[in-house]
Nanobody, 116 residues
Framework: QVQLVESGGGLVQPGGSLRLSCAASGFTFSLYAMSWYRQAPGKERGLVARISSRGMNTNYADSVKGRFTISRDNAKKTVYLQMNSLKPEDTAVYYC?????????WGQGTQVTVSS
C-alpha cells in the first residue's frame, strides 16, 4: 500500500532552517508529482510546493517563494523541502502528498514550530 513518511520537523528560531524529508513506498515514485502542504491551527491545509515526476518543474506558494526549495531523489524515493529564513507564520504541520488514480495520499505530518 502507499506509504508516505515525513521527518525532519522540530522547533527552530526565526531566521533558521530545517529540511523536511518524505520517504515514499508502495507505488512507482518516479512516475508522479509530489507536493508539500501545511496546516496551521484553525486554518485550512494549503499547498506549499510541488515538484514534477522527474524534478524538472516546481511551483511554490507566494508566501514561501525564495525561501523554500522542493527537490526529489527518485533513486531514494524521497522528496525534500529545504526551508530557510523561517518565520513564525511558517509554524504548521507539514504533510507530504501525491495524487494518482483519482486518489490523494497523505503522510502523517511533521510539526514545524518557528519561535524564539
Amino acid at each position: 500500500q502507499v506509504q508516505l513518511v515525513e521527518s525532519g520537523g522540530g522547533l527552530v528560531q526565526p531566521g533558521g532552517s530545517l529540511r523536511l524529508s518524505c520517504a515514499a513506498s508502495g507505488f512507482t515514485f518516479s512516475l508522479y508529482a509530489m507536493s508539500w502542504y501545511r496546516q496551521a491551527p484553525g486554518k485550512e491545509r494549503g499547498l506549499v510546493a510541488r515538484i514534477s515526476s522527474r524534478g524538472m518543474n516546481t511551483n511554490y506558494a507566494d508566501s514561501v517563494k525564495g525561501r523554500f526549495t522542493i527537490s526529489r531523489d527518485n533513486a531514494k524515493k524521497t522528496v525534500y523541502l529545504q526551508m530557510n529564513s523561517l518565520k513564525p507564520e511558517d509554524t504548521a504541520v507539514y504533510y507530504c502528498n501525491t495524487h494518482f488514480q483519482n486518489n490523494d495520499y497523505w503522510g502523517q505530518g511533521t510539526q514545524v514550530t518557528v519561535s524564539s
